[in-house]
């Protein structure tokens, strides 16, 4: 809980809320087919697209087999959202936010600032809509909450030490 704050490094925010979001999506499962009578059955799994805070233009995490896309990021400036929604092509996409501010905060900020800039409603509307879900850090706390109760913090720790020997270049060799 203490690696969900405001503070953290940006990196460190951005491996932890995937080492949480990997196991929250885990046991969620999805039905989807051509027809009804040809239907599959798939667990939702969520990849990393990359290093982490890489300033590399990519989006962060995809989630298959839905395609959903995650960005995260610490700023509430919505010229960087409607970039990011823009690399995609207007596809819906959810950003992961460093920040306890709540949703409808962030909504609504986001929302305000884009019409200073853009006299027609419509396109801000239009960027709006494509933002399918924002994940603060009160949402984060309440997956790792639902987590525990599954006894899965151990793996989302693991995950997290994963994750942190890629980004950080540690290397067994270096324990000794």
């Not at 009578?37 to 890489?54: F, P, Q, S, V």
């Not at 920040?99 to 905060?105: G, H, L, M, P, Q």
């Not at 006894?151 to 030490?161: A, G, R, T, Y």
């Amino acid at each position: 809980m203490s690696l969900l704050a405001p503070n953290v490094d940006a990196r460190l925010f951005e491996i932890v809320s995937y080492s949480i979001l990997k196991y929250y999506y885990k046991d969620i499962t999805i039905y989807w087919g051509y027809s009804q009578g040809n239907m599959h059955e798939d667990y939702l799994h969520l990849y990393k697209t990359g290093r982490t805070n890489a300033n590399d233009g990519g989006i962060d995490f995809v989630m298959k087999p839905l395609g959903g896309f995650f960005q995260v990021t610490e700023t509430i400036d919505f010229k960087k959202y409607f970039l990011d929604i823009d690399k995609i092509e207007k596809y819906p996409i959810s950003f992961v936010i460093k920040t306890d501010e709540s949703r409808d905060t962030i909504l609504n900020r986001l929302k305000a600032d884009a019409r200073k800039t853009y006299v027609v409603t419509k396109v801000v509307d239009d960027y709006m809509a494509c933002i399918e879900e924002i994940i603060n850090i009160p949402v984060l706390r309440g997956y790792l909450e639902k987590l525990k109760q599954k006894n899965m913090v151990s793996d989302v720790l693991s995950e997290i030490v994963l994750q942190s020997r890629v980004e950080f270049n540690f290397n067994e060799y270096d324990m000794d």
